[in-house]
């Protein structure tokens, strides 16, 4: 399970690099949801979102689908979110905080 992992994340880096105009400040993050689901974070700086997310999200439209057809010839099922480190940065905040708030 993580060969099909490495291959599709290996994948999803070159297509987004050869997009994005600061490919030094990206990051890829990859969950493994269960045996056949994968979830991709592509965290990038806040310019290139919107070169990733493209005209009403058409550009990623097309790399989901990309990923998720490469996903399928391997039996897994992927999921892809593209966010800036500000949006990381806050989502994991907000983590942290409801940890705090459970304990």
């Given at each position: 399970?993580?060969?099909?992992?490495?291959?599709?994340?290996?994948?999803?880096?070159?297509?987004?690099?050869q997009?994005?105009?600061?490919?030094?400040?990206?990051?890829?993050?990859?969950?493994?949801?269960?045996?056949?689901?994968?979830?991709?974070?592509?965290?990038?700086?806040?310019?290139?979102?919107?070169?990733?997310?493209?005209?009403?999200?058409?550009?990623?439209?097309a790399?989901?689908?990309?990923?998720?057809?490469s996903?399928?010839?391997?039996?897994?099922?992927?999921?892809?979110?593209?966010?800036s480190?500000?949006?990381?940065?806050?989502r994991l905040?907000?983590?942290?905080?409801?940890?705090?708030?459970e304990?």
């Amino acid at each position: 399970m993580q060969e099909i992992a490495e291959k599709l994340r290996d994948y999803l880096q070159y297509v987004a690099v050869q997009l994005i105009d600061n490919p030094e400040k990206a990051e890829l993050r990859v969950a493994v949801e269960d045996e056949t689901h994968f979830r991709f974070r592509l965290i990038v700086d806040s310019d290139d979102v919107a070169i990733l997310i493209g005209k009403n999200g058409f550009t990623a439209s097309a790399i989901r689908s990309l990923l998720k057809a490469s996903a399928e010839k391997h039996g897994v099922q992927v999921s892809l979110l593209i966010h800036s480190h500000e949006d990381e940065q806050r989502r994991l905040a907000a983590l942290e905080a409801a940890e705090i708030i459970e304990e």
